[in-house]
């Protein structure tokens, strides 16, 4: 039973490019959540997506972010046009309906933009 | 609005001594859930605790053991004998039950060096 996978454990990306990062829940984990910790801080909450929906993206930066959680396939978050301060780890948890607050947190992708 | 405070950054201890990270939070709902994480330096982030608000127990787990004081809104973190594999940065972190999205809140962590 595999946990929250996130891949690619390392990204570099080259200012002004795009950043694609993916997360597969767990298997039976129908929500999933997005964190950005920034270099020396906590995580911050950015979205919270069901199948097809997206719930909660009150902490998503209202430009160039964009995230999915399609019917078939893993979660996507979207960086376009990448600039220095995108730099930060990006974490995903997900959870499943029955124990919504029992979160299980990916490895994290580290996104570095040079 | 919720909100989650560490304010002790960095704690450096020796050896076997104990540890007490303090974690106070805010929040106008009844219902909550309060955590701890730990993220060693390797980056991922380890599940400790979960404890709602309705469970005002204390709660030790072979060197670790958790204080919930609903009355001064603290949720601290004891660390006993501490080892230096314990060196990572604690983070404590709070969702709301009403909140859309369950989402959590986190403190900015604090960072504990043990020293050999």
């Known amino acids: 039973n595999a946990g929250v996978m996130q891949n690619p454990r390392h990204l570099v990306r080259r200012r002004g490019q795009e950043a694609r990062l993916r997360c597969s829940p767990m298997?039976?984990?129908?929500?999933v959540y997005w964190y950005r910790q920034l270099p020396e801080e906590g995580l911050k909450f950015m979205v919270y997506?069901?199948?097809?929906?997206?719930?909660?993206e009150s902490g998503m930066p209202k430009e160039r972010f964009s995230a999915e959680f399609p019917k078939e396939g893993p979660s996507i978050l979207r960086i376009q046009q990448v600039v220095r301060g995108d730099s930060a780890a990006y974490f995903c948890?997900?959870?499943?309906?029955?124990?919504?607050?029992?979160?299980?947190f990916g490895s994290g992708t580290r996104l570095t933009v040079v | 609005a919720q909100k989650v405070t560490q304010a002790q950054t960095e704690i450096s201890v020796v050896e076997k001594e104990d540890v007490t990270l303090d974690c106070v939070y805010e929040?106008?709902?009844?219902?909550?859930?309060l955590f701890w994480y730990k993220q060693p330096p390797s980056g991922e982030l380890v599940f400790l605790i979960r404890?709602?608000?309705?469970?005002?127990q204390n709660e030790i787990s072979g060197r670790y053991s958790w204080n919930f004081q609903k009355s001064t809104s603290s949720f601290n973190f004891t660390i006993t004998a501490s080892q230096v594999v314990d060196s990572a940065v604690y983070f404590c972190?709070?969702?709301?039950?009403?909140?859309?999205?369950?989402?959590?809140?986190f403190g900015g962590g604090t960072r504990v060096l043990v020293k050999p």
């Open positions: 404890r709602n608000s309705f469970d005002e």
């Open positions: 929040t106008r709902d009844t219902t909550y859930y």
């Open positions: 972190a709070l969702s709301e039950a009403r909140a859309a999205g369950n989402k959590l809140t």
């Open positions: 948890a997900s959870s499943p309906l029955t124990d919504l607050y029992g979160y299980t």
């Open positions: 298997k039976g984990h129908s929500h």
């Open positions: 997506l069901q199948k097809e929906n997206i719930i909660d």
